[in-house]
């Protein structure tokens, strides 16, 4: 596709459950980002791959949350035993490299736990 | 060391006037510095981004004014129109293997354009 596409857009979840976020980047972006923002908040780092380098999962919340980045092109957010905190909008972008080029971001999943 | 600090939270601008965002840092391993446009239930989007080794660039009505010294950076949008009212976030990518490529984020800055 032309952007960068996250699904699904919009995802209500149990307390305790599990959700997968996708993330499908612009076709040969070796950067991929993922960020949380919570309403009216600013963007929360979460983690960052950059080719076959080893993933800066320093903005990771807690060991409930991992990411994975498959052949270099979709990478998935996964969120165990979900939290009502855990309710945000996760942002996805992708980038052509790490050194100074534009980050295009997906429209964002807006997840809910109840 | 990470953070950027963005202010003001909000601004209230009449139509034609200059709006004003300011941002700060401490990092000086940042060399990268974007300013993104957001509305609501959209991604951000780049709007303007500017390198440390100039002090000023325009694009249109939106101009950053960069200095290095005080490691503070700020968007200026000139003729402010209605259709401007979005969420504004600085940000800043630093070089180096431990860090290269991650773009930290300001708060963001809720501007609204009034008629």
């Known amino acids: 596709g032309a952007g960068v596409s996250q699904s699904p857009s919009n995802k209500v979840t149990e307390k305790g459950k599990d959700v997968e976020l996708r993330c499908d980047p612009i076709?040969?972006?070796?950067?991929l980002y993922w960020y949380r923002q919570s309403l009216g908040q600013g963007l929360e780092f979460l983690i960052y791959?950059?080719?076959?380098?080893?993933?800066?999962k320093s903005g990771l919340p807690s060991d409930r949350f991992s990411a994975e980045r498959t052949g270099g092109s979709v990478s998935t957010l996964t969120i165990q035993r979900t939290q009502q905190e855990d309710s945000a909008v996760y942002l996805c972008?992708?980038?052509?490299?790490?050194?100074?080029?534009?980050?295009?971001f997906g429209q964002g999943t807006r997840l809910t736990v109840v | 060391q990470q953070q950027v600090k963005q202010s003001p939270q909000s601004l209230i601008v009449q139509k034609g006037g200059i709006s004003i965002i300011n941002c700060a840092y401490e990092?000086?391993?940042?060399?990268?510095f974007p300013w993104y446009q957001q509305f609501p239930g959209k991604g951000p989007a780049l709007l303007i981004a500017?390198?440390?080794?100039?002090s000023e660039k325009k694009e249109g009505r939106f101009t950053i004014s960069f200095n290095k010294s005080a490691k503070q950076f700020s968007l200026h949008i000139m003729d402010s129109q209605p259709g401007d009212s979005a969420t504004y976030f600085c940000?800043?990518?630093?070089?180096?293997?431990?860090?290269?490529?991650?773009?930290?984020f300001g708060q963001g800055t809720t501007l609204q354009v009034k008629p």
């Open positions: 990092n000086t391993a940042f060399d990268y």
């Open positions: 972008a992708s980038s052509f490299s790490d050194r100074g080029t534009e980050a295009f």
């Open positions: 500017i390198r440390p080794d100039v």
């Open positions: 791959f950059q080719g076959n380098s080893a993933p800066d």
């Open positions: 940000a800043a990518r630093a070089r180096g293997s431990s860090n290269t490529g991650k773009l930290i």
């Open positions: 076709s040969g972006h070796t950067a």
